[in-house]
């Protein structure tokens, strides 16, 4: 894991046991390529979901949603076309792409929102 943000770091961690929680399967995290990171990969009821995760302490500079460019999107595009097509063609076909925001006071995780398949793949 090459995050070297705490806040990063436990929104992460939070996000993983609230989507084991819900019967997702973790099968990758923080996966680098060179032009960006994907920081969850999982299946999910035969279906393989990336997953942006975006933590915050405070809606000062936004919600962690809005957080989410476009840019990081077509980013994120590129990673999971990597991913899926060229090194895992044997995972499954349908693909979605979701955001959890996490949200963090003193250290403490206190809320956490998943909005499901960000862009129509």
């Known amino acids: 894991m090459r995050i070297s943000n705490p806040i990063g770091v436990l929104g992460e961690e ?3 046991r609230y989507l084991m929680g819900l019967g997702y399967t973790i ?3 923080n996966f680098r ?3 960006g990171e994907i920081d969850i990969i ?3 009821k035969d279906v393989l979901v990336f997953i942006e995760v975006k933590t915050r302490t405070s809606e000062k500079f936004g919600t962690p949603f809005e ?3 476009q840019k990081k999107l077509q980013t994120l595009l590129k990673g999971v ?3 899926k097509y060229v090194l895992h063609p044997e995972l499954p076909d349908t693909i979605r792409i979701d955001a959890i925001g996490v949200t963090v006071r ?3 995780v206190i809320n956490i ?3 499901e398949n960000i862009t129509q793949f």
Request: net charge neutral; with cysteine; aromatic share 12%.
């Open 113 to 115: 929102e998943q909005i």
């Open 42 to 44: 999982a299946t999910h």
């Open 67 to 69: 957080a989410v460019s």
């Open 27 to 29: 099968i990758e995290r």
């Open 106 to 108: 003193n250290g403490v």
């Open 81 to 83: 076309n990597f991913y």
């Open 33 to 35: 390529k060179g032009y």
């Open 14 to 16: 939070a996000a993983c």
